[in-house]
């Protein structure tokens, strides 16, 4: 199975945490870069962080700059998004997925395959 399952979302109030994770395994995932993902409703998908497969490159969206942390653990297949300081903005289905090899850039959702099937996370005011 080509496809990495996220997990970790739920439903929180303003200023709490959470932590989601992705796990992905296989050889398709082997030096890939990943990212993270939003989708919120009848919106598009934007973008809201990558990391390189060493963890020494990693970009964030502007909205969430400060408050979120990417990070990954190569040997457990699992990438994490710690998110602190939630908005009621931040409300939306999150998604990870594997940056293909090849273009250049970490924001355009076309630069990824192997999506997974998002977790929500809800951020009530």
């Known amino acids: 199975q080509v496809q990495p399952v996220e997990s970790g979302g739920g439903l929180v109030q303003a200023g709490d945490s959470l932590r989601l994770s992705c796990a992905a395994s296989g050889h398709a995932f082997t030096s890939a870069a990943m990212g993270w993902f939003r989708q919120a409703p009848g919106k598009e998908r934007k973008f809201v962080a990558a990391?390189?497969?060493?963890?020494?490159?990693?970009y964030y969206a502007d909205s969430v700059k400060g408050r979120f942390t990417i990070s990954r653990d190569n040997a457990k297949n699992t990438m994490y998004l710690q998110m602190n300081s939630l908005k009621p903005e931040d409300t939306a289905v999150y998604y990870c997925?594997?940056?293909?090899?090849?273009?250049?850039?970490?924001?355009?959702?076309?630069?990824?395959?192997?999506w997974g099937q998002g977790t929500q996370v809800t951020v009530s005011s």
């Open positions: 990391i390189s497969w060493s963890g020494g490159s990693i």
């Open positions: 997925a594997r940056r293909r090899p090849g273009g250049t850039g970490v924001t355009n959702t076309t630069l990824y395959d192997y």
